[in-house]
Structure formats: C-alpha cells, structure tokens
Nanobody, 123 residues
C-alpha cells in the first residue's frame, strides 16, 4: 500500500525556519517533491528531487532546500525552509511521481500524495 506521511509543520514568526519531512512506503520512487496550497489558491509546486538533482520554484529559490535521505531510504525527503514569510503560509504536501524522471512540477504530474502538513508564518 502506497503511503506518504509528512511531518514537521507548525507555526513560526517571519524570518524563522521549519523542516518538513516525508516518509514514503509501498513504492520505490525516483522523483519526489513538495507542493503547497494556500486558502483560495491553486496547489503550486515548491521543489522536486531525483537522485540529488533538484528543481525549485522561483518562490523557493534561495530560501528552501530539498534533500533526500540516501543513507537510509531513497523514499525519505525533507524540505528545509528558511527566512519564512507570511506568504509561505499554506498546507504543504509531499508528492511522488511514478515516472523514472522528474516531470514538470505540476500537481497533475504527481500520482501519490501525503495528507499535508500546515505551515503558518506570522508577521
């Protein structure tokens, strides 16, 4: 059974940091990513990773870092978020593609999803 479980969300003041984790099981993924969705907005891609090769949305560049735990399990990914801004407030979702490559960071290209973890940044 495929399962993606996120953790690490919470509330933080602007300028602070959070680290999200995602543990996947039931399938060996080559590409995993993070998305977020704020109230009233569409789900947007944040970052993706495949064997250490990363891609970031413009909103994440320079502040967020996606990594993969290769020492233990390729299916564990993290999102280190620094210099958080109120506009980063959203539900953050871990997602995984069943393709061999990392597709364009659009929600429809990712087959499996976690339940989400809330990130709230106050000013």
């Amino acid at each position: 059974q495929v399962q993606l479980v996120e953790s690490g969300g919470g509330s933080v003041q602007a300028g602070g940091s959070l680290r999200l984790s995602c543990a996947a099981s039931g399938y060996t993924y080559y590409c995993m990513g993070w998305f977020r969705q704020a109230p009233g907005k569409e789900r947007e891609g944040v970052a993706s990773i495949r064997y250490g090769s990363t891609y970031y949305a413009d909103s994440a560049k320079g502040r967020f870092t996606i990594t993969q735990d290769n020492a233990k399990n390729k299916n564990t990914v993290y999102l280190q978020m620094n210099s958080l801004k109120p506009e980063d407030t959203a539900m953050y979702y871990c997602a995984a593609s069943r393709r061999y490559y990392c597709p364009t960071l659009v929600a429809g290209n990712f087959a499996d999803w976690g339940q989400g973890t809330q990130v709230t940044v106050s000013s």
